[in-house]
RNA sequence: GGGCGCGUAGCUCAAUUGGCAGAGCAACUGACUCUUAAUCAGUAGGUUGAAGGUUCGAUUCCUUCCGCGCUCACCA
C-alpha cells in the first residue's frame, strides 16, 4: 500500500478544495434524522403519489458506495448500517456551492444530506438532496465495486475494507454478536453469576494444551496465557458461587487450521449440586436456543448438508458405542464392549484400523484409555454432522473428570458434536482433593513420557478442594465453532474478526526486546 | 513441519508453443439535469512477489527465497 501515491495525494488536494468551499474536512458530528434501515423499513412501501402527497424531510449519513454524475445533476448511493439508499443531487436544488461539493466527492466518502423522499421514474426510492454536508474523506481507493474484495489475505489484514465491501461478513459477525448475546440471555436466566477470572496464570491448567508464556517485569514472573478459566471457576464454586460463568478468551500454542485459532471464545460455566447429565440437558437447551435466536429457526445449511438443532433430531451415544457403530466395513468384525478393557485389545483394535483404513499414530506406552479417544477421532468424529452428544471418556484423558462408579477407567464426561467439530465439553467435576492429587501425578507421569500437554500440578486448586467443592457439573462451549455452524462458515477465521496472521512487511511490530531494555 | 497450488495495474482477471504485458472497474480530462454495472469521447497507470539461472528472447522453463491458500499430522 503506498500512502503516497497518486490517487491518495489527489484525493487530499481535493480535501483542500473541499475545505475551501467552507466545509470542514473533518468535522465533529452530524445531526441525522433517519439511519437508513429506518427509512426502508419505514416507506419501502409507499408510492411515488403518497410520498408527494405528505412530503417527508429525511436527514440521514452514509458512505457514498456509487456515484454517477450527468452534467448539472447526478446520484449516489449511500450506504449506513449496511444497507443502501439512493440520493439525487440536483444543481438548482443544492445550489452552486452544494454542486461544486457534490463534483469533489469519491467512492468512500461519508457525507451527511437533507431533503425529502421520493420515487425517480424507475421506481426507486431515493433522497430529494437540498443540502450536502462533507463528513470524511476516503483517501485511499476502495476495491472494484462489483466483485468486491476478494483476496482472503486481504480481506483478514483489512477486515475494515472487508467490512465495508461485502454485506455478508457483515451479517456473520452481527450473528456472532447475537449469538454471544443469546448465550449470556441463557445463562442468566437460569441464575449463572457473570464472573472474570484471570487471563494470566502462573500455572496453565484446566485443559490439555500447550501455552503461551509471558513475563511479568516488577514480579520478574513468567506467566502462561489461559488455556482455560476452568481452575479459576470451580475455586469460585468452593467458595459458594453455585452457579458462575464466563464468556472469553483463551489460548493454546498449537496449529492453526480451519477449526483453530490460537485465541478463542468460550463459554464455560459450572452449576452446583448436578453432574454431568443435568448440565447436558441444559447445554442442549442453550445450543438449541442459540440457533433459534441467531438464525430465527432451528434448521441451518452446512455445506452441503442442512443441520437440524431441535431437541428430537441429537443423538446421543458412549464413545465405545460410537467407535463400534461408525467402525469401517474395511477393518472387519465391529468390537466388542469387551475389547475396550485391556492394553492387549486396545492395541489389535488400532492394528485393524490401521490396516484397513488410515493412520493413526500410536504409542503402545501410551495409557489405553488414550489411544481409545484417539481411536474414537478417527472412526467416529468425522460422521458427526448432526448433534451429537458422546459420553463416557476414558479418565487417562480426563484429569478434572469424576469417574464412573462402577468403572473407574471411565468418566461422567461428554462432549457435543456437530459438522465434525468438538463444540462442547462437560463433566461431573472431581471434587475429591486426594482424587485430584492422584491425577494430577499420573498427568505428570505422561508429562515426563514427552506429553508437552500434560496437566502440571496446582497446589493451590487441590488446597482449595481441600475446603470442600459441592458437587458440581461444568461444561465448556466453543463459541466460535458454534458461530461458525450458525452461519455456514467453513473456517474459523471467518467468525473472527481480526485472525492472527503473520504481520505484514513494512508494518511490523517493534522488537519486545527493545521495549524491554527502554522500560528496564 | 510434509504435500499440492497460487502470486500480473488500486481492485477483479486475461496473455496461444518461450515472441510487442492487455481488458473491465476505480482514477484523470471533456460532454450530459431521472441514473442505477449510467452512457459517450479521450488520457494516464506495470521492476509480472524477490534474487539467480537456461535462452537470441522469460509473465511463461529451472533453482532458491518471501508471502498466501488448501491439505495431512497435534491441539477445541
Known amino acids: 500500500m503506498a500512502l503516497d501515491d497518486d490517487i491518495y495525494q489527489l484525493r487530499r488536494e481535493k480535501l483542500k478544495q473541499i475545505e475551501a468551499l467552507g466545509q470542514p474536512a473533518y468535522p465533529r458530528k452530524y445531526d441525522f434524522s433517519h439511519t437508513i434501515s429506518q427509512i426502508l423499513a419505514e416507506y419501502s412501501d409507499k408510492t ?4 408527494e402527497g405528505s412530503r417527508v424531510n429525511v436527514k440521514i449519513a452514509g458512505r457514498i458506495m456509487a456515484i454517477r454524475l450527468m452534467g448539472k445533476a447526478g446520484f449516489a448511493h449511500l450506504q449506513q448500517g449496511g444497507q443502501r439508499l439512493q440520493i439525487y443531487i440536483k444543481k438548482d436544488a443544492v445550489g452552486d456551492k452544494g454542486f461544486e461539493l457534490y463534483k469533489l466527492l469519491d467512492l468512500g466518502d461519508h457525507v451527511g444530506v437533507s431533503g425529502y423522499l421520493f420515487r425517480t421514474r424507475t421506481g ?4 430529494h438532496v437540498d443540502e450536502i454536508t462533507f463528513l470524511s474523506k476516503d483517501l485511499l481507493p476502495l476495491p472494484e465495486k462489483w466483485h468486491g474484495l476478494t483476496d482472503v489475505e486481504l480481506r483478514y489484514r483489512q477486515r ?7 454485506p455478508e461478513v457483515r451479517e456473520v459477525f452481527l450473528k456472532r454478536g447475537k449469538l454471544v448475546q443469546s448465550l449470556r440471555r441463557s445463562m442468566e436466566a437460569q441464575g449463572f453469576v457473570e464472573v472474570e477470572t484471570p487471563m494470566m496464570q502462573p500455572i496453565a491448567g484446566g485443559a490439555v494444551a500447550r501455552p503461551f508464556v509471558t513475563h511479568h517485569n516488577t514480579l520478574d514472573m513468567d506467566l502462561y496465557l489461559r488455556i482455560a478459566p476452568e481452575l479459576y471457576l470451580k475455586r469460585l464454586t468452593v467458595g459458594g458461587f453455585d452457579r458462575v460463568y464466563e464468556i472469553n478468551r483463551n489460548f493454546r500454542n498449537e496449529g492453526l487450521g480451519w477449526r483453530w485459532n490460537p485465541e478463542f471464545t468460550m463459554l464455560e460455566f459450572y452449576q452446583a449440586y448436578t453432574d454431568y447429565r443435568g448440565v447436558m440437558d441444559l447445554t442442549q437447551q442453550i445450543v438449541e436456543q442459540a440457533a433459534k435466536d441467531v438464525t430465527g429457526g432451528t434448521r441451518t445449511k452446512w455445506g452441503e448438508d442442512e443441520i437440524d438443532w431441535a431437541g428430537p433430531n441429537w443423538r446421543r451415544m458412549t464413545m465405545r458405542d460410537a467407535i ?3 467402525w469401517p466395513e474395511a477393518a472387519g468384525a465391529k468390537p466388542e464392549i469387551s475389547d475396550f478393557t485391556s492394553q492387549q485389545s486396545v492395541k489389535s483394535l488400532v492394528q485393524r484400523f490401521n490396516a484397513a483404513h488410515r493412520h493413526i499414530a500410536y504409542d503402545p506406552k501410551e495409557p489405553a484409555g488414550k489411544t481409545i479417544a484417539g481411536l474414537f477421532d478417527a472412526v467416529a468424529e468425522e460422521q458427526l454432522i448432526q448433534p451429537t452428544i458422546i459420553s463416557e471418556f476414558p479418565t487417562a484423558v480426563s484429569p478434572l473428570s469424576k469417574q464412573k462408579p462402577d468403572e473407574p477407567d471411565w468418566t461422567e464426561r461428554w462432549e457435543i458434536f456437530v459438522g465434525k467439530m468438538e463444540i462442547a465439553n462437560g463433566f461431573s467435576e472431581l471434587n475429591d482433593p486426594e482424587d485430584q492429587r492422584r491425577r494430577f501425578e499420573s498427568q505428570l507421569k505422561e ?8 496437566h502440571q500440578m496446582d497446589e493451590d486448586y487441590i488446597r482449595a478442594l481441600s475446603y470442600g467443592m459441592p458437587p458440581a457439573g461444568g461444561v465448556g462451549l466453543g463459541v466460535d465453532r458454534l458461530a461458525m455452524l450458525l452461519t455456514d462458515s467453513h473456517t474459523i477465521r471467518d467468525v473472527i ?4 496472521l503473520r504481520p505484514e512487511k513494512g508494518f511490523a511490530a517493534e522488537d519486545p526486546e527493545d521495549f ?5
Open 48 to 51: 411515488a403519489d403518497g410520498l
Open 497 to 500: 474478526l481480526f485472525p492472527l
Open 124 to 127: 426507486e426510492l431515493s433522497v
Open 160 to 166: 475494515y475494507v472487508d467490512l465495508v465491501m461485502n
Open 324 to 326: 463400534i457403530h461408525y
Open 447 to 454: 508429562r515426563e513420557r514427552g506429553d508437552e500437554e500434560a
Open 516 to 520: 524491554k531494555n527502554e522500560t528496564a
